[in-house]
């Protein structure tokens, strides 16, 4: 898919029957794609079901200012079933199980953690994190619960826990904090409101300033269900 030319779905192959929204397989630019088009998805009490596509597409806006390189190109484009989010299709390596990497909080998983700590994703299921089959890369997927202005990380990352962040990911910070100074912070309040830029904002500043991954809240459910 080109970096900056609107995504046009030419094709849908076949769905994704285990997604909780309407997720499928299809062609665009003559490469498979993963389609979720915003009329596809669930209602939902804390989130507007209609700005899962734009918070998918942000985290990768994010995922590319901090230089993390771990979500696969996602554009806003339009298909068969109107607008939506659409991301280049990763292969799955079936022999690949994230949990003992997730056990042990794996260094390799920091930018995954990190990553989730800004966008304050509500939804870090294991099975989010993939190795590509034939290059052995590990991305990670599934971003539509980002962004919302009050604490709802939900993660399966809390291994992490009391670790100071590695050099590599706080100057990634830094690089997000002049992003969003250049305008992906009103980016991010065009699309889902002021407050979710603000608190986007806030979170940056906070982790440059303790650079260290929190502890699980008390005050909610710290994991995601079901966490895999």
Request: some cysteine; aromatic content about 6%; glycine content about 8%.
């Amino acid at each position: 898919m080109s970096e900056t030319a609107p995504v046009r779905v030419e094709e849908v192959i076949g769905r994704f029957s285990a997604a909780s929204n309407l997720t499928l397989l299809a062609r665009a630019g003559g490469e498979l794609v993963v389609y979720k088009p915003a009329a596809g998805t669930r209602p939902l009490w804390d989130f507007a079901a209609l700005t899962l596509a734009d918070r998918e597409v942000l985290t990768h806006r994010v995922d590319e200012a901090m230089g993390l390189g771990i979500v696969p190109q996602t554009r806003r484009g339009d298909g068969p079933l109107g607008p939506g989010a659409v991301q280049r299709y990763v292969e799955p390596d079936p022999e690949f199980d994230p949990l003992p990497l997730i056990a042990e909080a794996h260094p390799v998983l920091w930018p995954v953690a990190v990553l989730d700590l800004v966008t304050n994703n509500a939804d870090r299921k294991a099975g989010h994190v993939l190795r590509e089959a034939g290059t052995g890369r590990l991305w990670a997927i599934d971003h539509g619960l980002t962004f919302h202005p009050e604490p709802k990380l939900r993660t399966v990352l809390w291994g992490f826990a009391g670790r100071e962040l590695p050099a590599a990911v706080v100057a990634g910070l830094a690089s997000l904090e002049q992003a969003l100074a250049a305008g992906l912070r009103e980016e991010v309040a065009a699309a889902l409101g002021p407050a979710a830029g603000e608190a986007l904002y806030r979170r940056v500043r906070a982790l440059r300033r303790r650079p260290c991954h929190p502890a699980p809240p008390r005050d909610r459910r710290p994991l995601p269900w079901p966490p895999y």
